[in-house]
């Protein structure tokens, strides 16, 4: 049975959580490949609102296995908070959420190497979330990084002293003024790792594989989206992680010809939140109603995110990297109201129109060339079959898969779980 996978193809924050807990019902197994705290990922249902960081979005499901993959860095501290907030449901944790032995910790010591790193950055800064993820990644890839399976040997805190002395030298090369009491930040850290313990520490590939041979179906839920990809995003404006679909295959240990479907999230409008280049970002009332519309505020850090219009020539690229089979547009509903709808067709280059995604998209070099389109005034929150879209919002879509050349398979119309038209 081919597994999966659920993507963001802009700079993340597209609705995965939501999309995924509408689709959980459909699989045995959801399985979160990538990223860690840095996601928000936000669902809602029976008048609640949910944000999951690590824990993938198929938790509140009865029937669904989730495993945290071996591509995720996670912090204990904040892990454990997840868990504490669900307490007040009725959900079998243990026997629901499975934790690669081969995913990444994030120590104290990354997020304040996160913080030194920013900081001494000055106005070049990332805008990272903070939470320790670059530094994290650079343990891992420099073959120098605490695993989860780590914590099953009896050395693993000389091994955590050994990793967090090191960090604590090179926050003082940064030479930049951090505040922290470490001897807090541990005694945190220590009792959160006994609370990860509760839980089953797995080798998740092999997990997989066998769940794959006795026909389970799989979901691989990815975090960030495919513009902030450690290779193809805008980089050095990017998380650091493989977020398109290649890292599914290393962050699960799924075999590329095991991919199934690839879902493709986007929003009918493009959001950012961090630094770092946004060709059809808006600075007027147009962005501004965007964001209040549409909320949009970091579910990590509650930063306001930046808005803009539709940014087609992004959105091929990711769908071609990715090799998507499906799309699912988010957020229709706050596009209502608009007399005029713009979307970014092409860039003018340095000069020259170009139809794809140039090496540097940065402001200087990069102008969107836009076509309009007529929008719509109905309120579509509470529509929930595609025969009562609107005309203009049907000629939107079908512009875009046009263009896109693959199926626009569900449309969104509001954040809660029943606000979902499937076409
Ligand atoms: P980091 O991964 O926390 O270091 O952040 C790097 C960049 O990615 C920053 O611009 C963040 O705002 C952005 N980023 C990281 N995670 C998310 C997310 O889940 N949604 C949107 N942006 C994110």
Redesign the pocket.
Known sequence: MAVDLLLGLQ???EGKGKIVDVLTKNYDIIARFQ?GP???HTLEFDGIKHVLHTIPSGIFHKNSMNIVGNGVVIDPVIFKKELEALNKYDIDIKSKLLISRKAHLILPTHRLL?AASETAKGKAK??????G??PTYMDKTGRNGMRIGDLELSDWKEKYRALANKHEAMIGFYNVDIQYDLKELEAEFFDSINTLKVLSFIDSEEYLYQAQKEGKKILAEG???SL?DIDFGTYP????SNTTAAGACTGLGIAPNQIGEVKGIFKAYTT?????PFPTELFDKDGETMGRVGNEF????G?PRRCGWLDLVALKYAVQVNGVTELMMMKGDVLSGFKKLKICTAYNYKGKTISHLPYNIEAENVAPIYTEMKGWSQDLTKMTKAVELPNELNAYIDFLEKELEVPIKIVSVGPDRTQTIHR
């Open positions: 700079w993340g924050d990223g840095n996601a928000g996160d990332i805008g990272s979330t903070l939470k993820i670059g975090a960030q989206g902030l404006y990017v998380t650091s950012r939140v961090g630094s770092g970091g579910a990590t850090t930063r």
